[in-house]
Nanobody
Framework: QVQLVESGGGLVQPGGSLNLSCTTS??????????MRWSREAPGKAREEVAT????????TYLDSVKGRFTISRDKGKNTVYLQMNSLKPEDAAVYYC??????????WGQGTQVIVSS
């Protein structure tokens, strides 16, 4: 059974930082190149794919608006994905979800973690 559990969200002032974690179970990062994704959804806005990383090859992609501010990484030994978010802006406020597609084309999503950027 695959589970993804996000943590690390919270309230931060503009310009501040947060580090999100996605702890997985049922996935072995070294066995298959899962494309691990961080997506976000804010009220009244379309869901956005913020960043992705290959679990084996470590290749990354970023949404243009977060390039240079956010960094996605993974720990293959812990089967965990991180999203370091710096220089946060009010428009970054959203629920952030960790997600991936499994080997049998099955989508897996976490429950989300809320990020609030406000002074």
């Amino acid at each position: 059974q695959v589970q993804l559990v996000e943590s690390g969200g919270g309230l931060v002032q503009p310009g501040g930082s947060l580090n999100l974690s996605c702890t997985t179970s049922g996935l072995t990062f070294n066995a298959y190149n899962y494309i691990m994704r961080w997506s976000r959804e804010a009220p009244g806005k379309a869901r956005e794919e913020v960043a992705t990383i290959g679990s084996i090859d470590g290749s990354t992609t970023y949404l243009d608006s977060v390039k240079g501010r956010f960094t996605i990484s993974r720990d293959k030994g812990k089967n965990t994905v991180y999203l370091q978010m710096n220089s946060l802006k009010p428009e970054d406020a959203a629920v952030y979800y960790c997600n991936t597609i499994g080997r049998l084309n099955m989508p897996y999503w976490g429950q989300g973690t809320q990020v609030i950027v406000s002074s």
